[in-house]
């Protein structure tokens, strides 16, 4: 199992930056993809970015050029670096941990870590 801890979240102004860091503990051997999602109130939950194994990144078109996804070189802290915030970005974000398997007796891994807010006021 893995587990996900989210931190970093808070309230800034539009244009302000937060940067959000999720720690990954337990059998992170086995994730293949990491990602943020987020979800504001009355929608759904969405990707924000992800990387991949190796090392592959994808952003919604919303957050290019304005958010940075990294990790550590252990692979075990995931980042989100935001800038130029908007009030649009406002939202729970959330850390996802995904593995397809076999690994360790796993099969198709998916592990969430809890949230923490995000909000930008105008």
């Known amino acids: 199992q893995v587990r996900l801890v989210e931190s970093g979240g808070g309230s800034v102004h539009a244009g302000g930056s937060l940067k959000l860091s999720c720690a990954a503990s337990g059998d992170i051997i086995c994730i293949s993809v990491m990602g943020w999602y987020r979800q504001a109130q009355g929608r759904e939950r969405e990707l924000v970015a992800d990387?991949?194994?190796?090392?592959?990144?994808r952003y919604t078109d919303s957050v290019k050029g304005r958010f940075t996804i990294s990790r550590s070189s252990a692979k075990s802290t995931l980042f989100l670096e935001m800038n130029s915030l908007e009030p649009e970005d406002t939202a729970a974000y959330y850390c996802?941990?995904?593995?397809?398997?076999?690994?360790?007796?796993?099969?198709?891994?998916?592990?969430w870590g809890e949230g923490t807010l995000v909000t930008v006021s105008s």
């Open positions: 996802r941990a995904e593995g397809v398997g076999p690994c360790l007796g796993l099969y198709n891994m998916d592990w």
């Open positions: 990387i991949n194994r190796g090392g592959e990144i």
